[in-house]
């Protein structure tokens, strides 16, 4: 089964405490870092992920592009990131796919879950990709473990033959 993550972009920068001090001195930085938690969530989950910002914070207006996998969407002039949103549900919904929609509005939580999408809190969001950051260290740390331990102890005499074998001594 398929599973996609839809994000409504400033709400959860909104709602997260870092990324909601970090707005309103530098709104790019705060997006780019958002993007870059989505990515390690998106590694780690499997969930294909998009996230959709409203084009009236932007220049760059109705673009789409990719960053780390990520799809990062910028809605049309006259288009809100819910309107996208809600729009994706009804394009992406088959039987064969689950989708979450992260946003902490309660009339688009409500308006998603009847188009058939499941709601995901920007508090749950944020758990979750706390969470996918733990699980990536502790792979990386037993990654790390097991590279050390292919090394095969040998006795001093098995060494010491074996580098004789390597200057050529017989």
């Known amino acids: 089964m398929r ?10 920068i909104g709602a997260w405490p870092e990324l909601r001090k ?26 294909i992920v998009s996230v959709i910002f409203d084009a009236h914070m932007v220049s760059g207006i109705g673009k789409t592009y990719r960053n780390h996998r990520v799809e ?21 919904k088959r039987i064969d796919t689950t989708i979450h929609v992260a946003t902490s509005d309660f009339a688009e939580q409500s308006i998603i879950f009847g188009s058939g999408a499941l709601r995901k809190s920007a508090r749950e969001l944020l758990t979750e990709t706390e969470m996918a950051t733990k699980g990536i260290k502790k792979m990386v740390e037993k990654t790390k ?3 050390k331990s292919t090394h095969a102890y040998l006795s001093e005499e098995l060494t010491e033959i074996f580098e004789k074998w390597r200057r050529g001594d017989r």
């Not at 970090?22 to 780019?32: C, G, Q, S």
């Open 22 to 47: 970090l707005k309103d001195t530098d709104l790019e930085l705060a997006r780019d870092l958002l993007v870059d938690k989505l990515a390690e969530y998106q590694a780690y989950s499997g969930d």
């Open 145 to 147: 473990k097991q590279q």
């Open 72 to 92: 990062v969407i910028y809605t049309k002039k006259q288009e809100t990131a819910d309107e996208r949103i809600e729009r994706m549900v009804r394009e992406l």
């Open 3 to 12: 599973s996609i993550l839809l994000v409504d972009g400033y709400n959860i």
